[in-house]
């Protein structure tokens, strides 16, 4: 029987590539305002039934070994993916520019390459020869990684076909373009269309993918919102510019964990991964020092040891400064007003500076009552206990609450070294700290602020309740 087919108007999204069939101020994918445009009739069809040449079979029949996982030597790489690389599987790798990509994943493939395995590795934003340059500086050199520089998708597909690879690299989407669609490399026409190609050779030949994608200013992943749904695996590469430090994520995965972290030092012999990089947020000293205090932060379900530094100054001016780095400014600006109310700090007209080592960033309230004792212990100039960690979060009252994982930070923190601890009350429960380790658990800043020696006379009076024993 013939298609039927008929003319309507649509309308497609510039940012992302939603469509609809009427005009919308706002995208209902994206929620851009004003950015849904006509673009003119489309045939809409009824497609007939096509003769299946591959039956349904029961599950229990299907061969699970074609999704075998096949490890990338990079250890750290393949926690994020939950072991390493799947046939067929296409992954998406977002990052900013320079933050170390194509370097981690140039190493990816050479290691891959190694065990035998042909691996092609198209660039369209290098020449050939300079990725060869960064090959030979990171020890990326293997007898079976294919380099190409293409930007055209029916060469790279022909690349694809001469070479039959295990592995594809395809740096980056946005720069591929199809001569069959209309407009420049890079739009979401272009992007889509690069896309669904790759996708559908990857499936089809079980081919490893991996498309590195450029980022917005607001830090999403470039083009159409569609691409994420289209591939199996999303990571986002995270990091400081100026931070040797490089973290590694899955926001999607199909075939793992979403909650792991790897991490990597990236440095001008290439990027290495860290398996213990608590180190890289550690200050070493014979003595401790006024205004520093160390947190365990959970990254996904990786425990890391982080130092917090703090400083409380005069100001010279009638506005006192509060500069952060690494912390949350409003919740740093939220901690200066409980200790300044609750815990009767004169803080509110010094200068406040907060920063953490190496480059970390601390983004859950856990970290808030290191925070705190941090500022507390520059204002008073008095040194913390050595060996401590503060875990909690601080509220508006002055309390300390629960956060998950308190078991896991402890174990991190004994396994360095540290053997005090500071602790919400009560989030411990039945299970047993680490051998060794000395731990108050404190209900608010009052009695935290005594178990480590900083209270003071004129701390407000909500702060005197019972306070745990020292762990000093």
């Given at each position: 029987?013939?298609?039927k087919a ?9 940012e992302c590539?939603w ?17 849904v ?20 079979k ?36 977002a ?26 590795y ?40 001469s ?8 740096d980056s989407?946005?720069?591929i373009a ?9 739009n ?5 269309e ?5 996708i559908?050779?990857?499936?089809a030949?079980?081919i490893?993918?991996v ?13 159409p ?14 990091g400081?510019?100026?931070s ?6 899955a ?8 909650d ?5 030092d ?18 070493a000293?014979?003595?401790?020092v ?26 010279p001016g009638?506005s006192?400064?509060r ?13 200066l007003a ?8 004169p ?13 970390a ?11 705190a ?7 008073q ?10 875990v909690?979060?601080?509220g508006?009252?002055g ?13 991190e923190?004994?396994?360095i070294?540290?053997?005090?601890a500071i ?8 299970e ?7 731990i ?12 480590v ?12 309740a019972?306070?745990?024993p020292?762990?000093?």
């Open positions: 029987m013939a298609s008929s003319k309507r108007p649509t309308y497609r999204c510039t590539g469509q609809t069939v009427k005009w919308v101020g706002r995208c209902g994918e994206c929620q851009a305002w004003g950015t445009e006509e673009t003119g009739a489309v045939a809409v069809r009824t497609q007939p039934a096509a003769k299946v040449m591959n039956p349904a029961p599950i229990g029949d299907v061969d699970a070994t074609r999704a075998a996982v096949t490890t990338t030597g990079v250890g750290e790489f393949d926690r994020v993916l939950g072991g390493g690389l799947v046939p067929g599987a296409v992954m998406l790798v990052g900013e520019p320079g933050i170390g990509k194509s370097t981690l994943l140039l190493d990816v493939a050479a290691r891959t390459a190694r065990t035998g395995a042909k691996v092609l198209v660039s369209g934003e290098e020449s050939a020869a300079q990725v060869r340059l960064r090959a030979d500086r990171t020890d990326a050199v293997a007898d079976t990684l294919y380099l190409a520089s293409e930007t055209d998708l029916a060469t790279v597909l022909a690349h694809i076909d070479v039959s690879p295990t592995l594809l690299v395809i989407v946005q720069t199809s001569a069959e669609i209309e407009g420049s490399a890079g979401v026409s272009q992007v889509r690069v896309a669904a190609a790759v559908q050779v990857a499936k030949r079980g490893s993918t498309l590195v994608g450029h980022v917005t200013k607001d830090g999403s992943i470039a083009g919102r569609l691409l994420e749904h289209l591939v199996d695996v999303v990571i986002t590469f995270e400081e510019r100026h040797r430090l490089r973290l590694v994520r926001v999607k995965n199909r075939y793992g964990p979403t792991e972290v790897g991490c990597f990236l440095s001008d012999g290439g990027i290495e991964g860290l398996a213990d990089p608590s180190s890289l947020f550690l200050t000293r014979d003595k401790p006024a205004g520093t205090c160390v947190t365990v932060t959970l990254e996904g379900r990786r425990p890391l040891v982080t130092e917090v530094q703090a400083l409380v100054a005069p100001s009638g006192p400064r500069t952060t780095s690494g912390v949350d400014s409003s919740r740093t600006a939220m901690i409980v200790l300044e109310r609750r815990a009767g700090a803080v509110s007209r010094a200068d406040c500076y907060v920063s953490t080592v190496g480059g960033r601390l983004t859950e309230p856990a970290a808030d009552l290191a925070v004792l941090s500022l507390l212990s520059s204002a100039e008095k040194p913390l206990p050595g060996g401590l960690i503060a909690g979060e601080v508006l009252s309390d300390i609450r629960a956060v998950s994982g308190v078991a896991r930070r402890l174990a923190a004994a396994r070294g540290f053997d005090k602790i919400p009350a009560g989030s411990l429960g039945t047993k700290p680490p051998a060794g380790m000395r108050a658990e404190c209900a608010d800043l009052g009695s935290a602020m005594r178990a020696g900083t209270a003071s006379s004129a701390s407000h009076p909500s702060a005197d019972d306070a745990a020292s762990p000093g």
